[in-house]
Every structure is written in structure tokens, then in C-alpha cells.
């Protein structure tokens, strides 16, 4: 986790991957992250006297729960396989907390997801259940299908998992089927038409 990575975003780095050294998980469709920190340093800051990382995400998430600053944006990157990152998003960090696991100490922080359109409760949403973030095993299945490259022009660099039907306008993150691998070019040219 970085908090204002270079004095832009912050940064998380998350994985549901099984055998992950943290408890991160997803809750309420993909709208909600739950990400687990490192452990609660015995001493209160880090080097030199400043906060450690945890430190600064935890006082900005209480800053917001407090009324006193607008919610940190942070960047949500996950780990689909070893060094294969995936973006899953902007959320807002809006509670953070500690908690005993596993005989630890660890910090948990709570991030809902930044819409920018939202599908109207009215809108028919067929069988499937929405999420808006896409499953590790749905990306893993794209990535091997679309051979680790963009479907348009074969770049391997800066590649996104791509809705064809855009969730925003009703489309599932749960089929392989509605996932494609775009470079973020083309990804960008696409923007929320249908392919």
C-alpha cells in the first residue's frame, strides 16, 4: 500500500488469490473491499518518528469517518498470478480499523467502490447475480484464452480486463464470455461502448 504514490494516487495492492499472507476479501457484489494491512507495529510510528503506511491510510479513513476530509480515492490492484497485476478500480477508503487474527495484530481498511454510473435498480439485470469487480478465476480464464495480449493488437503492455457489454450498462463481470484483454489504448477508445 502506498498513500499518494509520488504525490498522486494512493495505491493498494490486494490478493483473493488461496495461500495469501493477508485476509483481503470482497463483500456486497464487488462494491466493497475489505483489505488487510500489515501488522500493528509495537512501536506507534515508523522510521524517524512518521507514520508508517498503515499509519497514514488509518488517520485518512479516520478523517473521513469524522467528518474532517472527503474520502481518499485509492487505486485497487490485484494479484491474479505471480506478477500479474490486474486493476479493479477506484474506490473510496472509508473505515479502517484493528483486529486480532490469527494470533496478530492487523489493520483492516474498508473501500467502497467510486461509480461513475450506476445501473438503475429498475433496469432488468437477468440471471446472473452483478459484480462489479471480476472474479480471479474469470481473469485467469480470460488471460490464458486471449494469450496474455490485447485482442486488438497483440500488445502485452498496460493490458485491461475489458466488459464487453460495459457493466454500466448491464453486463456481468462473471462469464469469461463478457471479458476480453484490451491494451489501455484501445481500452480507452472503447470506453463504454458494446463490442
Request: aromatic share 8%.
Amino acid at each position: 500500500m502506498n498513500f499518494r504514490l509520488k504525490g498522486q494516487s494512493s495505491v493498494i495492492l490486494m490478493s483473493l488469490r488461496r495461500g495469501a499472507p493477508y485476509a483481503d476479501r470482497v463483500e456486497e457484489g464487488g462494491r466493497t473491499l475489505i483489505y488487510e494491512g500489515h501488522d500493528v507495529p509495537r512501536q506507534k510510528d515508523g522510521p524517524n518518528g512518521s507514520p508508517t503506511q498503515n499509519g497514514v491510510f488509518f488517520d485518512a479513513a479516520m478523517r473521513f469517518k469524522n467528518g474532517k476530509a472527503s474520502a481518499e480515492v485509492v487505486r485497487v490492484y490485484e494479484k491474479i498470478r505471480s506478477g500479474i497485476w490486474a486493476f479493479d478500480g477506484l474506490f473510496e477508503l472509508v473505515d479502517a480499523w484493528q483486529e486480532k487474527a490469527a494470533g496478530r495484530s492487523v489493520f483492516k481498511f474498508k473501500l467502497g467502490v467510486v461509480t461513475d454510473t450506476a445501473v438503475p435498480k429498475s433496469e432488468p439485470q437477468g440471471d446472473l447475480p452483478q459484480n462489479r469487480l471480476i472474479p480471479t478465476e474469470v481473469k485467469l480464464e480470460v488471460w490464458k484464452r486471449d494469450g496474455g495480449k490485447c485482442v486488438q493488437c497483440g500488445s502485452r503492455d498496460n493490458l485491461h480486463f475489458d466488459h464487453m457489454i460495459p457493466f454500466s450498462k448491464g453486463g456481468s463481470s462473471l462469464l469469461a464470455e463478457n471479458i476480453q484483454l484490451l491494451c489501455a489504448r484501445h481500452n480507452l477508445q472503447k470506453h463504454d461502448k458494446i463490442t
